[in-house]
């Protein structure tokens, strides 16, 4: 049999265009490309697609490190309020705090479809946007429901609205309040159809915020991917089967997009898994079994309390996209530290930066570190262990204990140490996957 071939020229101008593509994508972003398929792309809230990056963008490295770094306290503030289901988060006096998550996807909602860039968050369930007309919303950007023919108010006897917090009825239209970091919204419960990537998603349930409050609320909208009754998953199940992979890009490189893949299709094939434990008081987050952490060859001496999974005070671990930071309650991020700083070597100067109290002025010679989940050991390699100063001056240990003052019995595995892996989140098989993947 002969196989037809392409000529040479043909093929190596074919190869030098995808080389050209790919390089120049490396520096300047396709902000305004559509999405395709189930795939969406993802983009760092700094990101130059991104109108939410500072618009002071001279923070130094510093700077924009202990804004993240405070944007994360937030943050845990937020899930130990979900662990012991405190329905206000409470908020340190007298600092603003931010707690807006760190990824933004583009999503379609109405007919004719108006695109919203939306916050993507692992540990929530709900889809909200604001509507035109609201009072206090934080962007002038908003979805006009008028002008969409498919949107409609959900009804106070929809089955949906004995699923939102503390719904109301005005009049015959369901409507409900929810506390998000420090801030509150008031919001319609409605349906319009969303379109992510290709896929149109009819009637789906979110909230058409009328009036907020607070400087934490994403400017575009959330879109929640948690487990719970209302998230993307729950809404999608005859589409996307509860099953979606993201691979997030690096902060250090800004100009880069991520991709989070909807369904089963396209999914890897060689990657590992642990299972996923079920919180049945808090649904929407996703636990593993982390049983050890490993520096260098030497599995680290951790209390097993510090790891217990319980139902009850919500302690365990979980995997979240929102923290940029990985947090280990006390005992464990200790006993890592020490180990870590016993490798780099005990001679060098250890300094401290914010909250990182690891860190070095001087070039080290790093240590892996290996999570070690049931049925899956994840090592990370230094891109996702250290922040490093432009300037190469200082390095740090980018991981932290958790906030004593919360009590916190949660480990969060958060995405700094996610980034440039696929994290497959498969529900039907009650599984998390992990796979080495550049993405940036
Ligand atoms: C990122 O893209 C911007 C233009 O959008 C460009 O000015 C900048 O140099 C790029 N940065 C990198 C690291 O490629
Ligand atoms: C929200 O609900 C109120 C009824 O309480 C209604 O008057 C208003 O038009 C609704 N707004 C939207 C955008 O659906
Ligand atoms: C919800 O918020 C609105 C507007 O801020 C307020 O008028 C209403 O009383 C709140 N409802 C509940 C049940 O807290
Ligand atoms: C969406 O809702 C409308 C009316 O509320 C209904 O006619 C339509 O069948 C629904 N579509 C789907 C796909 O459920
Ligand atoms: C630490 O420094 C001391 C004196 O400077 C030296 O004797 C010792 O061998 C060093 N230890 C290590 C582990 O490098
Ligand atoms: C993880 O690594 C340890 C050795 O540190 C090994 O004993 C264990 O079998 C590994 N687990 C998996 C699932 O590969």
New binding site residues.
Partial sequence: MKTPQLPLSILLSFLLLLLLSTSSQAQTPKCSVQDQGSTLEVFHIYSPCSPFRPSTPSLSWEESILQMQQKDQARLQFLSSLVVRRSVVPVASGRQIIQSPTYILRAKIGTPPQTLLMAMDTSNDAAWVP?SGCVGCPSSVAFA?AESTTYK?LPCKSPQCSQVSNPTC??W?C?FNVTYGSSTIAA?L?QDTFTLASDPIPNYTFG?I?KATGSSLPPQGLLGLGRGPLSLLSQSQNLYKSTFSYCLPSFKSLNFSGSLRLGPTGQPLRIKYTPLLKNPRRSSLYYVNLVAIRVGRKIVDIPPSAFAFNPTTGSGTIFDSGTVFTRLVAPAYTAVRDEFRRRVGRNLTVTSLGGFDTCYSVPIVVPTLTFMFSGMNVTLPADNLLIHSTAGSITCLAMAASPGDLNSVLNVIASMQQQNHRVLYDLPNSRLGVARERCS
């Fill in positions: 509507c429901s108010n005005g009049g239209a409507l319609n409605s058409c009328q």
